[in-house]
């Protein structure tokens, strides 16, 4: 019997199937998705590997034997291999990115071999042996002062060419003994709490002393004095610091570190919500019924919910669940951002019960093993998480929801590039499964293929408790400035912020765009202060001091004169998440804001204390970035305002339009969810642009209709596709000219073929330079064809193997023009 193997490699060179022998007694035990260990290459270096597939014979001869099992675990079957081969297709990625895909993050072994001598008593006869070579005398001497050494640092030591021939020689002799130690990835998580460790009175006493001169020190030991014992990323989150600023009153004795084991089996679960079953309206068991109508038969389906913000959504999707389980089928839920997964969680923690499993990258990796496990051996019928969710090793799939479904977080952007959407539809057809994809604006490709039939096509037009949609102004920030108001916040905004803090009512304000300011530029010369590795222009984060690039995360202390010409004329231009904040404070003493954006959100928690401190009502205000515009539901927000809604209108992207009305649409409905009227407030120099004047009377037909009829015009999806190959390369020139081979090769074959579209020509990427690497691109548009997709593999493959000194990535269908 024969196995075909996939290596647990990185190396583009290696992304193969292997044939290995399966010996006699691993036979009856061997199936595929099992961790095996292989002798691989010259030297018969032992490899972890994955089983692909089990035959009765192979086309080579002289076969090496599997070495043993790793794991009895079968991480996956023969239907994940056919979508490890449809992604490979689809996606343009090795066979071992798409079965990470499949298998828990952090399932791997690590081999480490050691070296020391065999017996001490013949150390006199081996270095009478190695008397004649100098590599092999030092090896020895090393071994016979320190003991066992790992085989790697020993080479690192010794750094000699012929390290590895002498080292098997001498284990030959009889010497030197070399064994093998395995290490598995996963093991138990540590947290780090924070306490001090001196008396709080005089706690007090330094932190009263350093204040004007170190005021993040002293931040963070007066919340120590508050608190006897706080988590790391707690501690850093209140602070608003970093753990250099933790770590410095360490080593001056003023705290102490505690690292604590996890309860890794136990996953945290508000259970607050109401767990009794609302009673549907008529909407929302419409809904129901047609999404029910095919779960636990042979017939597949899809259904795309359109819902307006507040319409009840999820009350439907738990009620399809319930009856996907009580059919004896499984569901899976996805939701775009892990922000949105703890009040998802509670919800249907709180219908369900343990029969629910959470996938997302929060987790520690034992957590998400545990995890994997119990929806794995069948423990839990639900499981709910972000995009890799969709891999989740259900048996019996019979229902899938995707929540938000235009958001962009569907999509991979790191290989394998894959949608979440796509690999939904393929586990579809495979299962013969139900899918609803679902939002109060959903993406134009998935809205064209509902018009079309190709989708079931489900309305939702009315909020549940038949409240209004949130009252909708535009204000021309022109008119602002020209009668004389040059701050952040229009006066309508302001006088609003007053109205809903006096009714003790909270508020939501929205800007994409973390950090302080935008630049740091001098208004003596025009210098911008920019980042050396990407030359992108640095922003400024005042909670830490010190200029930022969003790209490679370079740092550097802020400037207070101008590195060209000196002069003291710096200003910061633009505005961040943490300008807002500031400006708050200034306009509102007294005010409790939070921020949520990706610098306050970085901790495991992050997300979750936010968003239950404001549930709460622990804060007045919520500021933040594209993770607040949607799914959250909090009923005593009446006020939204969109502090800078062109933003996102005129970057280089086909879909900015889109993307505008998504966001703005989405966060206008966090207001007036409940009883109380809701009310929103859009920012903009462009008052009367379509695509925010549709958005204000989140009319998304009337946007749809004109977006559709400009992508048939130019011929944009969902008419067509694109596909994006990147050409990331240390040298200029050099990049360059493996993207011009490449594209006389993509020419030449477009000239030779029936192929239908557009190849353009090479172009530098709108970031250029990032992390010093050049970065070069072609764009091509067409319609997926098999036939040119196995000819665009060939020439992708040759080029990887050719041109390892460059980058070559394929992106079917790029979110974003970077």
């Known amino acids: 019997m024969i196995a075909k193997i996939i290596l647990n490699s990185n190396t583009l060179s290696t992304d193969r199937l292997y044939d290995y022998k399966i010996p006699g007694s691993l036979i009856e035990t061997l199936k595929i998705g099992m961790r095996v260990k292989v002798p691989f290459g010259r030297g018969n270096k032992t490899c972890e590997a994955y089983v692909f597939d089990i035959q009765d014979t192979s086309e080579f001869a002289n076969l090496k034997d599997i070495s043993g099992i790793i794991s009895e675990v079968s991480y996956f079957g023969y239907e994940q291999t056919q979508l490890i081969e449809f992604m490979r297709h689809r996606y343009f990625c090795s066979y071992m990115s798409a079965v990470r895909c499949m298998v828990p993050p952090g399932v791997n072994t690590k081999f480490t071999k050691f070296a020391e001598l065999s017996d001490s008593s013949l150390y006199a006869e081996a270095k009478k042996y190695a008397s004649k070579s100098m590599v092999a005398d030092r090896i020895l001497s090393h071994l016979n002062a320190y003991g066992k050494t790992s085989v790697e640092s020993l080479k690192s030591e010794i750094s000699a060419n012929n390290f590895t021939s002498v080292l098997n020689r001498l284990e030959k002799k009889g010497f030197v003994k070399i064994t093998t130690k395995e290490t598995e990835n996963i093991t138990d998580t540590k947290r780090t709490f924070v306490s001090l460790s001196i008396e709080r009175s005089e706690a007090y006493s330094i932190a009263d002393a350093i204040f004007k001169k170190a005021p993040a020190r002293a931040r963070v030991i007066e919340i120590l004095c508050e608190n006897y014992n706080i988590e790391l990323s707690d501690l850093l989150l209140y602070a608003q610091t970093s753990k250099s ?17 996890c309860n890794d089996s136990v996953i945290d679960v508000d259970t607050s919500y109401c767990k009794d079953k609302p009673k549907l309206n008529e909407s929302q068991q419409n809904a129901v019924r047609e999404i029910t109508s095919c779960i636990g ?3 597949k389906a899809t259904y795309l919910l359109h819902g307006v913000t507040g319409s009840g959504k999820t009350e439907v999707y738990l009620s399809a669940i319930e009856h996907a389980i009580n059919k004896g089928c499984d569901a899976l839920m996805l939701v775009p951002e892990i922000s949105l997964t703890p009040q998802m969680i509670s919800q249907i923690y709180a ?23 119990r929806i794995k051996n069948g423990d ?19 229902l899938i929801i995707i929540d938000e479904e235009h958001e962009t977080t569907y999509k991979s952007e790191m290989s394998p590039r894959y949608h979440a959407i796509e690999i939904a539809r393929y586990l579809t057809e495979r299962y013969k499964a139900t899918l609803v994809l679902a939002s109060a604006t959903p993406s134009i490709e998935d809205y064209y293929k509902a018009s079309s039939g190709v989708y079931k096509l489900i309305e939702m037009p009315h909020r549940v408790n038949k409240s209004p949609l949130p009252k909708v102004d535009i204000v021309d920030m022109r008119s602002e400035i020209k009668s004389g108001n040059m701050s952040i916040f229009s006066n309508k905004l302001k006088n609003s912020i007053v109205e809903a803090l006096s009714k003790k009512e909270q508020i939501i304000l929205f800007l994409n765009r973390r950090g302080f300011s935008g630049f740091v530029s001098c208004r003596s010369c025009g210098y911008v202060v920019k980042c050396p590795n990407c030359n992108i222009s640095l922003t400024y984060h005042k909670s830490i001091g010190k200029m930022v690039c969003h790209y490679c995360d370079y740092k550097v202390s802020n400037v207070t004169s101008c590195p060209k010409c000196s002069s003291k004329h710096i200003r910061f231009f633009g505005i961040g998440t943490e300008k807002i904040v500031d400006e708050l404070h200034n306009l509102f003493p007294g005010v409790s804001v939070l921020r949520m954006d990706a610098d306050t959100t970085s901790g495991r928690f992050g997300h979750e204390n936010i968003l239950n401190n404001f549930r709460q009502g622990n804060a007045d205000i919520l500021v933040g970035t594209q993770m607040i515009t949607k799914g959250l539901d909090f009923g005593n927000v009446t006020l939204v305002g969109i502090i800078a809604a062109d933003m996102s209108l005129n970057i280089d992207d086909f879909r900015a339009g889109e993307r505008t009305f998504d966001l703005v649409t989405q966060v206008i409905g966090r207001a007036g969810r409940s009883h109380k009227k809701g009310k929103a407030i859009i920012q903009t120099y462009n008052p009367d642009d379509e695509t925010l004047v549709l958005s204000a009377k989140q009319d998304y037909k009337s ?63 709108p970031l250029f330079v990032i992390n010093q690497k050049f970065r070069y691109r072609i764009i091509i548009k067409s319609p997926y064809k098999k036939v040119f997709y196995d000819s665009l593999h060939d020439i992708y493959n040759k080029f990887i193997n050719k041109h390892t000194d460059v980058n070559i990535s394929v992106d079917v269908n790029p979110i974003g023009s970077n």
């Open 703 to 765: 946007f749809y209709k004109d977006e559709i009829m400009i992508r048939r015009l130019l011929v944009y999806p969902p008419f067509t596709e694109f596909i994006k190959i990147q050409f990331v390369g240390s040298g200029k020139a050099e990049t360059k000219k493996v993207a011009d081979d490449f594209y006389s090769a993509l020419s030449e074959y477009a000239a030779d073929s029936d192929f239908v579209g557009n190849i353009y020509k090479v172009s530098e990427a």
């Open 245 to 261: 600023t933790v770590d410095a009153l360490f080593k001056n004795g003023i705290l102490t570190y505690e690292k604590v084991v």
């Open 297 to 299: 038969t042979d017939k």
């Open 380 to 398: 839990v019928k639900i499981a709910i998480g972000a995009r890799s969710a969709v891999f989740a090793p259900f048996n019996n799939i019979g």
């Open 351 to 373: 219908r369900f019960g343990d029969n629910v499993a959470v996938l997302h990258s929060k987790l520690t990796l034992k957590q998400r093993y545990i995890e994997w496990n």
